[in-house]
């Protein structure tokens, strides 16, 4: 089982739609929690970052933890076609763990 | 600001030819983490290390090694490459503490011919 477990999609919103992204993690003593975007070959970009139980929002995106479930998720409201890329959760625990990522299209 | 600098961009190698990439951290990161991506795959951690002690190991191959210099930049030699060994070898940098998030240079694409 790996640390962290994303739904590799392909995800396919139509534009203006909210995207909703899911992520599970194994080590339950993980303490930091972050959603990168990526596009094809281009580096991991940090979107968001959150630390405690409950919803943080930046913008468009929130992001939402809950420990007891070992899940965390990303929201994307009024989804634009510049928001198709794959986006990995990765967990801090010992290591910086990454997810494989979820393949997200917006559809114009 | 600054970000993380990485060298060189592309590589083309033969097989069993030797490679050498450069990582340049953020200024005052103390810990250089180095990761490989294959086509269509999350990035596969290699090796961390924190004011210039490897920190973790990762699944990096024995052809492979790495350190970290007085000046925190980092080297990620690969000896002996295989065609196994093209990928996307990204640099990332982060502030030692349980919250640090990473941060990415753009990476170095290696080809092996």
């Known amino acids: 089982q790996k640390e962290v477990e994303q739904n590799s999609g392909p995800l396919s919103v139509p534009e203006g739609a909210i995207a909703s992204l899911n992520c599970t993690y194994s080590?339950?003593?993980?303490?930091?929690f972050f959603w990168y975007r990526q596009y094809s070959g281009k580096s991991p970009e940090l979107i968001m970052f959150i630390y405690s139980n409950g919803d943080k929002e930046d913008g468009r995106f929130t992001a939402q933890l809950n420990k007891a479930s070992q899940y965390v998720s990303l929201l994307i409201r009024d989804s634009q076609p510049s928001d198709s890329a794959t986006y990995l959760c990765a967990v801090t625990g010992n290591q910086f763990y990454f997810g494989t990522g979820t393949s997200l299209t917006v559809i114009p | 600001a600054a970000g993380v600098i990485q060298s060189p961009r592309h590589l083309i190698k033969e097989k069993r030819e030797t490679a050498t990439l450069k990582c340049y951290p953020i200024?005052?990161?103390?810990?250089v983490y180095w990761y490989q991506q294959g086509p269509g795959q999350d990035p596969q951690f290699l090796i961390s290390f924190y004011e210039k002690m490897q920190s973790d190991k990762g699944s990096i191959p024995d052809r492979f090694s790495a350190q970290q210099f007085s000046d925190y930049h980092s080297e990620l030699n690969m000896s002996s490459l295989e065609l196994g060994d093209s990928a996307l070898y990204f640099c990332?940098?982060?502030?030692?503490?349980?919250?640090?998030?990473?941060?990415f240079g753009e990476g170095s694409r290696l080809t092996v011919l």
């Open positions: 080590d339950r003593g993980s303490q930091s």
């Open positions: 200024p005052r990161h103390d810990t």
């Open positions: 990332a940098s982060s502030l030692r503490n349980p919250t640090g998030e990473l941060f």
